[in-house]
């Protein structure tokens, strides 16, 4: 049997999954709201069967939840996981930045190099463009470990962490700095300076726990 593909390569189960992670993870789908498989494979332009596809693992990210005979709804935002999340990420996320600095090959290099550009002409973005490109930075990152299974694992973590941080975005008036500091560790993983970008990613994680926990 055959596997439908897109115009870029993705599958369209792929596709409907990237569409939905990114509408829930940005709280663009609202915690708890129900979803239509139906309903999503109108507007993503794709049948059904990926649209559950998509959802199945998409359950198994947290990122949305099943309940039989009501449905398939957003997973609600646990503030209490802020602190689990954060244990993790401050032990994955030094590691993610020093194994980039160390393995990230010509394609992982260019790809930061782009991305520090955005960077650092992104003053005055709108706040939906400045999310974006968190996103965009973090899973550059990630994929320049060479490790899939670090890599898979913290995009699953920063989507949890990046859905807390939506949550407070009105209360949160320095999302420009907190993306700015991104910028420092780039650039250390482009020097191949493992040491700096790890203690750099350290410090990003817990700057992140810090400006949630001083609005709760």
């Known amino acids: 049997m055959s596997v439908a593909v897109t115009e870029n390569g993705l599958t369209l189960a792929e596709r409907a999954y990237r569409a939905l992670c990114d509408r829930l993870v940005t709280l663009q789908i609202a915690p708890g709201t129900p979803i239509n498989d139906e309903q999503m494979a109108a507007e993503l332009g794709v049948g059904r069967t990926p649209v559950r596809e998509a959802l199945k693992r998409l359950e198994a990210d947290r990122l949305v939840v099943s309940y039989p005979r009501r449905g398939t709804f957003a997973s609600e935002v ?23 600095a160390r393995r990230a090959g010509a394609v992982d ?3 930061l190099g782009r991305l520090l550009e955005e960077l650092d002409a992104a003053a005055g973005r709108e706040v939906a463009e400045l999310l974006e490109l968190d996103l965009r930075l973090h899973r550059a990152l990630y994929t320049a470990t060479a490790n899939p299974f670090l890599q898979d694992t913290l995009v699953r973590y920063d989507n949890l962490a990046t859905r807390i941080w939506c949550l407070f975005l009105d209360r949160l008036p320095g999302l420009a700095g907190h993306v700015g500091e991104h910028g420092p560790l780039v650039r250390a993983v482009l020097a191949g300076d493992g040491d700096r970008a790890a203690a750099l990613a350290a410090e990003h994680v817990e700057h992140f726990e810090t400006a949630i926990r001083s609005l709760l």
């Open 78 to 100: 646990q503030i209490t996981d802020l602190g689990h999340l954060t244990e993790v990420r401050l032990r994955l996320e030094p590691l993610a930045a020093d194994c980039a």
């Open 109 to 111: 290099r260019a790809v």
